[in-house]
């Protein structure tokens, strides 16, 4: 069964360092990678996705992605007291069906961010 | 910006009441998508919806469970007999079906069953 999984936390970072978030993978076939974030109590929203082996940035955002490894990381540079949140992994299944798959989701990470 | 909208934002109904939560998708979206959290867990898949059928469900989505596009712009979700395991956060999602397919998610339905 696909798994995505990620560490709980929680992860504290003091202001205006970078947090480094990991998400690992079991599905080799996995193709594609979204970052969300959640508020509590709020819904998840889409920061960023990845599909490529490397780097992705975006604003103060870096995915990065080693299917390799099975690894997937997200940094958060200049972290901010509003970056306070769950950050969410997920994948759709191996054998792509396009629009269709449903995403499969890690626990995520309960991210600190300490004024 | 455009964004998907759910109603209500919390349902309270008894064990063995059917109950509907509806969703309005990003209006130019191909692929619609029902999502679940219970409480202190993770966000599970229910189901996907194009062309006004079934794409994919998952394994929580039992009998109990259907969805509809009763007109151009509405995405339902019926739950037939609540039990009070379906107690969770329902989110909507939708997709324009291009590049990466990426998914943007509802404000979420708060059901509560007792």
């Known amino acids: 069964q696909k798994e995505v999984e990620q560490n709980s936390g929680p992860l504290s970072v003091p202001e205006g360092a970078i947090a480094s978030l990991n998400c690992t993978y079991s599905d080799r076939g996995s193709q594609s990678f979204f970052w969300y974030r959640q508020y509590s109590g709020k819904s998840p929203e889409l920061i960023m996705f990845i599909y490529s082996n490397g780097d992705k940035e975006d604003g103060r955002f870096t995915a990065q992605l080693n299917k390799a490894s099975q690894y997937v990381s997200l940094l958060i540079r200049d972290s901010q007291p509003s970056d306070s949140a769950t950050y969410l992994c997920?994948?759709?299944?191996?054998?792509?069906?396009?629009?269709?798959?449903?995403?499969?989701f890690g626990k995520g990470t309960h991210l600190i961010i300490q004024p | 910006e455009p964004e998907v909208t759910q109603t209500p934002s919390h349902q309270v109904t008894q064990m063995g009441q059917e109950v509907i939560l509806r969703c309005v998708p990003i209006s130019n979206h191909l692929y619609f998508y029902w999502y679940r959290q219970i409480l202190g867990q993770k966000v599970e898949f229910l189901v996907s919806f194009y062309n006004n059928e079934i794409s994919e469900k998952s394994e929580i989505f039992d009998d109990q469970f259907s969805v509809e596009r009763p007109d151009g712009s509405n995405f339902t979700l019926k739950i037939r007999s609540t039990k009070l395991e379906d107690s969770a956060m329902y989110f909507c999602?939708?997709?324009?079906?291009?590049?990466?397919?990426?998914?943007?998610f509802g404000p979420g339905t708060r059901l509560t069953v007792t």
């Open positions: 997920a994948s759709p299944p191996g054998a792509p069906g396009g629009g269709a798959d449903g995403l499969t």
């Open positions: 999602a939708s997709s324009d079906g291009q590049g990466a397919y990426e998914q943007y």
